[in-house]
Structure formats: C-alpha cells, structure tokens
C-alpha cells in the first residue's frame, strides 16, 4: 500500500521559512520521481518542484530562487525548504509520486503566509 504522508506545515510570517517534509512508503522510493503541488483557494492545483531518482530537479517561476526540493533515499523522504515566503505562496501543499502508473497524493498540509 502506497502512503504519502506530508507534515511541517503551518502559519509564518511574510519573508519567514518552513520546511515540509513527505515521508513515503510502499513504493521503491530511490527510483521514484517525486514532486510537490499546492492549491490555493479557488485555484487549481498547481506543480511547484519536483526531483527525479537522479537529483536533477525542477521548479515552477513563482518559486525558483526561494524553494528547495531535495531527497534523502535512506529515509525514503523528500524536502521542500522554502524561504522568502509570500502571501502568494498560502496553499494546501501535496506530496505527488506516480508507481506502477498509478498517480498517488498525500492528505496535504496548510501553508499559511501573514502579512
């Protein structure tokens, strides 16, 4: 059974950091592309990164220079630092793989940036 299971979410100021981390299981993870999604209220879900099994990694516009996506295969999890965040980046993040062509979730986690 595959699992996604995000945490590190929560309230911080405008220009202040947090980490996410996405913990997996049931899939071979040093093999798995992995990404990170958000969704906004009202918006769709959008990509923010994503990090192959190879470490080459990929961003959309609105975070290159401020988000990290990084992996860690011995603890079958993968990261997303971000800092300098905005009022913008408030969003419902979610952890993404796809294994054996089926596409897997995990039940998010709340980002919320004061101003």
Do not use: H
Not at 29 to 44: D, H, L, T, V
Not at 60 to 83: C, E, H, P, W
């Amino acid at each position: 059974q595959v699992q996604l299971v995000e945490s590190g979410g929560g309230l911080v100021q405008v220009g202040g950091s947090l980490r996410l981390s996405c913990a997996a299981s049931g899939i071979f993870f040093s093999f798995a592309a992995m990404g990170w999604y958000r969704q906004a209220p009202g918006k769709e879900r959008e990509l923010v990164a994503t990090i192959l099994m190879d470490g080459i990694t990929n961003y959309a516009d609105s975070v290159k220079g401020r988000f990290t996506i990084s992996r860690d295969n011995a603890k079958s999890t993968v990261y997303l630092q971000m800092n300098s965040l905005k009022p913008e980046d408030t969003a419902v993040y979610y952890c993404n793989t796809v294994f054996t062509m089926t596409t897997y979730w995990g039940q998010g986690t709340q980002v919320t940036v004061s101003s």
